[in-house]
């Protein structure tokens, strides 16, 4: 058949997101940093109020400060007198982060 363009390769879409997390170092880093800030907010929340859980989020690791995330100024304010406590309870899980930083973000 003359004349009729090929047509591009489709990716294979029967791959399933696991195995493309595990074949992609970008993405598989991404996925740890994830987990790992995940895993130090469950540590940190014994530090904090509950009434505050809702309004809080994790953030990123950039050793050897930790982001957390609160949707207001007051949250934050109030979050940021909790530090010393959070950081108390984050020592058992992940020794490595000295410092907790606290930004405003409002929820996504």
């Known amino acids: 058949m003359r004349g009729m363009a090929t047509r591009p390769q489709r990716p294979n879409l029967g791959r399933s997101i696991a195995a493309a997390l595990d074949d992609s170092a970008t993405l598989s880093g991404l996925l740890a ?3 790992r800030s995940n895993a130090c907010f469950e540590a940190a929340r014994s530090g904090m109020p509950r009434s505050l859980l809702s309004q809080v989020r994790p953030g990123p690791i950039d050793e050897p400060a930790w982001t957390v995330f609160a949707s207001t100024n007051g949250a934050a304010a109030k979050l940021r007198q909790c530090l010393p406590s959070m950081l108390e309870a984050l020592r058992t899980k992940d020794p ?3 410092e907790i930083r ?4 409002p929820p996504v």
């Open 33 to 35: 940093g994830h987990k």
């Open 96 to 98: 490595r982060i000295t």
């Open 102 to 105: 606290v930004k405003v973000s």
